[in-house]
C-alpha cells in the first residue's frame, strides 16, 4: 500500500507492507514442520532530484521499520520420523505409523512433541540514501543505510540441544558504490563495491538461540566486481563481462548444531546476446567460478562409512556423522567447495518467422529454439571423493501463434543423457541424486 503527494521539489511517499506464511509439513526432508510468520513494515521516503550545473542527481531518502514474529517447528534432532523406517515393498502395516507432533496426545500418554519449537521476534530500524549523479558519460551510484536490530528467540522444543532462549541487539551500517564510464564505441565499462549485513534466519524467518548465544545472528556480506557492459554493431550484439570476489555467509544446521560457515567466491560471467537478422538470434551464458569455504568448519554432517576406515560391506551400506567437520584430515583450515562446479555454459538459437497465412488459421507466427547447457565436474568434500563427471544436456522447443491461441512443445534434455549431481546440505558427501531424463512439455492457451 502506498501513498504519495508532491512536497518541495519532490515526492513524499508513505509504504506499508504485510506478509503472512501458514506452512505444515507432514514430511519435509524427511522430517516433520511447522511454520507460522508474520510481517509488517512501514517506510517513510523523498524522492526528489536536483541538478548542480553540469551534474545532474536523482536522490531517494527516507527511515523505515520493520517487525516479524516467526514461530518455526521441526522435529530432526533424534532421528525419529513421523513415518515409520520400515521396508516399504511388505505393504502397509497397522503400526506404520510412529506419531505425529502435530497430534494433540491426550494426559497421561507419551506421545513425539516438537524437538525444535523456536519462537522468534525481530525489529529492524533503519534510516537510507541512495543518490544517482550523472556528469557527462559518468554515471556514479552511491546508497549507504544504517539499521538497528532487535532479536529475541527462545526454543520450547523438547529435545533442542540449544539455550533456551536468547536476545541480540546490534547496528550496523551498510553500503555500495558503482561509477559507471560510457565510450562513445558502445563500451561501459564499470566498478562496483557492496557491504551488506542480514540477519541469519531459518525457514519461517526464526533466529536460533544457539546463534544468539554464541554472537552469530548478525552477518556481513562483501562484493567487489569490474566488467563491463557493451552494445555494439548498431545495438545487434549486446551483452556484458564481469569478473567479481563476494564475501558471504551461508547457514547450515543438523543434528542439533547449528552453525554459521563463511565462504569466499571468485569468479567470472559472460552475457552475450546476437540479433544474426529480424528472424534469427543467438544468445551465450556463462560462467566460471571457484568457491572456498572459509575454517575451521564446524558444522554437521553425515559420512560415508570408508572416511572412518570402514567398507561399505562392514557398514551394512549406512552412513556415518561428525558433528565438527574440521575434524577430518585436511579440513581444519580453508578448503574448496568442490560440490559447485566451476564452469556452467549455456549457448542457444532461436528462430521465430515473419507472420503467414496458414489457410483456414490465417496470420500464423512461430518458432523454434536449440540450445544446450555445460555442467562441469563435481566431487565430494570429504577425503577420497566420489566424483561427479561433466554433462551435456540438450534442450529444444518450438511454439506456433494464430489468432487468440497459442501451442507450444519444449523437451528438456533432449538426447535423454545420463548424469549425476551431489545431494544436498548434511547429506552432500553421502547421497548421489539421478539427474532428470528427457522431459516433454505440451501447451495450448487461449487469450481473452
Not at 506478509?19 to 524427511?30: A, I, K, M, Q, W
Not at 547449528?258 to 551465450?284: D, M, P
Not at 570402514?310 to 560440490?339: C, H, N, R, W
Not at 543423457?417 to 547429506?427: H, I, K
Request: charged share 15%; net charge neutral; no cysteine.
Amino acid at each position: 500500500m502506498e501513498a504519495a503527494r508532491p512536497l518541495g521539489d519532490g515526492t513524499l511517499r508513505l509504504q506499508l507492507f504485510g506478509d503472512t506464511l501458514f506452512n505444515d509439513r507432514f514430511v519435509s526432508y524427511g522430517f516433520p514442520g511447522s511454520y507460522r510468520t508474520q510481517i509488517a513494515e512501514a517506510r517513510l521516503r523523498y524522492d526528489f532530484a536536483r541538478d548542480f550545473g553540469a551534474v545532474k542527481t536523482q536522490t531517494v531518502t527516507g527511515v523505515s521499520t520493520r517487525y516479524v514474529h516467526a514461530i518455526g517447528r521441526e522435529s530432526f534432532n533424534s532421528g525419529v520420523i513421523a513415518l515409520d523406517r520400515r521396508d516399504i515393498s511388505q505393504g502397509a502395516s497397522a503400526n506404520d505409523i510412529i506419531d505425529s507432533p502435530f497430534n494433540i496426545d491426550p494426559p497421561g500418554s507419551v506421545g513425539m512433541g516438537w524437538e525444535n519449537n523456536v519462537q522468534t521476534n525481530t525489529s529492524n530500524a533503519g534510516a537510507f540514501i541512495t543518490s544517482n549523479a550523472v556528469w557527462n558519460n559518468f554515471d556514479l551510484t552511491l546508497g549507504g543505510r544504517y539499521d538497528t536490530y532487535n532479536v529475541r528467540s527462545r526454543d520450547i522444543g523438547v529435545l533442542a540441544y540449544a539455550p533456551p532462549d536468547g536476545r541480540g541487539n546490534a547496528g550496523r551500517f551498510t553500503y555500495s558504490a558503482s561509477l559507471a564510464y560510457t565510450t562513445p564505441w558502445g563500451l561501459v565499462p564499470y566498478v562496483t563495491t557492496a557491504k551488506n549485513s542480514a540477519v541469519e534466519i531459518s525457514q519461517a524467518s526464526q533466529v536460533s538461540t544457539s546463534l544468539l548465544a554464541n554472537r552469530g545472528w548478525l552477518s556481513n556480506s562483501f562484493l567487489n566486481e569490474v566488467g563491463v557492459k557493451f552494445s555494439l554493431l548498431d545495438d545487434r550484439l549486446q551483452g556484458s563481462l564481469d569478473w567479481y570476489v563476494q564475501n558471504r555467509t551461508r547457514l547450515q544446521q543438523g543434528g542439533g548444531v547449528v552453525n554459521v560457515v563463511g565462504t569466499r567466491a571468485k569468479g567470472a560471467e559472460l552475457e552475450l546476446r546476437y540479433v544474426v537478422s529480424a528472424n534469427v538470434s543467438l544468445t551465450l551464458a556463462a560462467s566460471q567460478q571457484h568457491t572456498t569455504i572459509k575454517g575451521p568448519d564446524r558444522s554437521f554432517a553425515y559420512l560415508p562409512a570408508r572416511s572412518f576406515g570402514i567398507s561399505p560391506q562392514d557398514a551394512f551400506g549406512g552412513g556415518y556423522m561428525v558433528f565438527d567437520f574440521s575434524t577430518l584430515p585436511g579440513k581444519g583450515g580453508d578448503y574448496e567447495d568442490t560440490l559447485l562446479p566451476h564452469a556452467v555454459i549455456s549457448p542457444y538459437v532461436t528462430y521465430t518467422s515473419d507472420p503467414q497465412a496458414w489457410g483456414p488459421l490465417g496470420p500464423t507466427t512461430w518458432g523454434a529454439s536449440l540450445g544446450g547447457t555445460y555442467v562441469g565436474k563435481t566431487q565430494q568434500t570429504v577425503p577420497n571423493p566420489i566424483v561427479f563427471p561433466s554433462y551435456v544436456t540438450v534442450n529444444a522447443s518450438a511454439f506456433a501463434q494464430w489468432d487468440v491461441w497459442e501451442a507450444g512443445v519444449n523437451v528438456n534434455n533432449l538426447a535423454d543423457a545420463r548424469y549425476f549431481t551431489p545431494d544436498a546440505d548434511t547429506y552432500a558427501n553421502l547421497g548421489a541424486l539421478p539427474g532428470l531424463g528427457r522431459v516433454w512439455k505440451v501447451t495450448l492457451k487461449r487469450l481473452f
